[in-house]
């Protein structure tokens, strides 16, 4: 086997190794507002913390997920503690390291029983639950997810989205309603491990894939002084 077949297989072994949500979408779904209409949990709040948690899944392999924690304030929809860790699994291409919310934001949450959003994209990867003792932060396969920029300015548009009025909220193309000013934060996510063992897969696999390109290159020189001049 050349050097080149050896380097592609040790990249791929290791990349089946990383975290899996880099990996759940092709391309983006459109987002549906009115997808808040299922929604076990609807309320205003700002988030408190962030965190990205690596899990192992039941093959080893490190499969990451988030939790919001929120403190609440307007509820439209259900009955909420004044602290609501949602998790949050994003079933787009990855976790993001920051996130970029308003104060307070607008949330939309399902119970982790209640059936999921249609898919709309080509296809998705769906990964296993790993928290399914919280609320579950509502998302279609590979769309947005339901952080949403939110006012007390909007409170009666909200309730008519909720009532199955219309609603200017939020347009087809994207654009909330007018005439209201958002105060935007960055939250960074703050990384830990539940399963030291996931870490340590990614490093030894790592480790793997020099030994192997190390053998590989003595091989060849080995080769080359073996033969004649």
Same mark, same amino acid.
């Given at each position: 086997? =050349?050097?080149?077949?050896?380097?592609?297989?040790?990249?791929?072994?290791?990349?089946? $190794?990383?975290?899996?949500?880099? #990996?759940?979408?092709?391309?983006?779904?459109? $987002?549906?507002?009115?997808?808040?209409?299922?929604?076990?949990?609807? %309320?205003?709040?700002?988030?408190?913390? *962030?965190?990205?948690?690596? @899990?192992?899944?039941? %093959?080893?392999?490190?499969?990451?997920?988030?939790?919001?924690?929120?403190?609440?304030?307007?509820? #439209?929809?259900?009955?909420?503690?004044?602290?609501?860790?949602? *998790? &949050?699994?994003?079933?787009? +291409?990855?976790?993001?390291?920051?996130?970029?919310?308003?104060?307070?934001?607008? %949330? !939309? !949450?399902?119970?982790?029983?209640?059936?999921?959003?249609?898919?709309?994209?080509?296809?998705?990867?769906? +990964?296993?639950?790993?928290?399914?003792?919280?609320? =579950?932060?509502?998302?279609?396969?590979? @769309?947005?997810? #339901?952080?949403?920029?939110?006012?007390?300015?909007?409170? @009666?548009?909200?309730?008519?989205?909720?009532?199955?009025?219309?609603?200017?909220?939020?347009?087809?193309?994207?654009? *909330?309603?007018?005439?209201?000013?958002?105060? &935007?934060?960055?939250?960074?996510?703050?990384?830990? @491990?539940?399963?030291?063992? !996931?870490? &340590?897969?990614?490093?030894?696999?790592?480790?793997?894939?020099?030994?192997?390109?190390?053998?590989?290159?003595? &091989?060849?020189?080995?080769?080359?002084?073996?033969?004649?001049?």
């Amino acid at each position: 086997m =050349q050097l080149r077949g050896v380097l592609a297989t040790g990249l791929a072994l290791f990349a089946s $190794f990383l975290p899996a949500t880099s #990996f759940a979408c092709i391309t983006s779904a459109p $987002f549906v507002v009115e997808d808040m209409r299922e929604a076990d949990a609807v %309320f205003s709040g700002r988030v408190t913390s *962030y965190e990205i948690v690596v @899990s192992e899944s039941e %093959f080893g392999r490190p499969i990451d997920h988030g939790i919001i924690t929120v403190a609440v304030d307007d509820v #439209f929809r259900g009955e909420l503690p004044a602290s609501v860790p949602l *998790y &949050w699994g994003n079933s787009t +291409f990855a976790l993001p390291d920051e996130l970029m919310v308003t104060e307070p934001s607008l %949330f !939309a !949450a399902v119970n982790a029983d209640s059936p999921g959003l249609p898919l709309r994209a080509p296809s998705a990867t769906i +990964f296993p639950n790993a928290r399914p003792d919280l609320l =579950q932060l509502m998302q279609a396969p590979c @769309s947005g997810s #339901f952080v949403l920029p939110y006012a007390s300015a909007y409170r @009666s548009e909200v309730e008519a989205l909720l009532r199955g009025e219309p609603s200017s909220y939020l347009d087809d193309q994207g654009t *909330y309603a007018e005439g209201v000013d958002l105060e &935007w934060t960055q939250i960074a996510a703050i990384r830990r @491990s539940e399963s030291p063992r !996931a870490v &340590w897969n990614g490093v030894l696999w790592l480790l793997v894939l020099l030994a192997v390109l190390a053998i590989m290159l003595a &091989w060849r020189g080995w080769r080359r002084r073996g033969k004649p001049a």
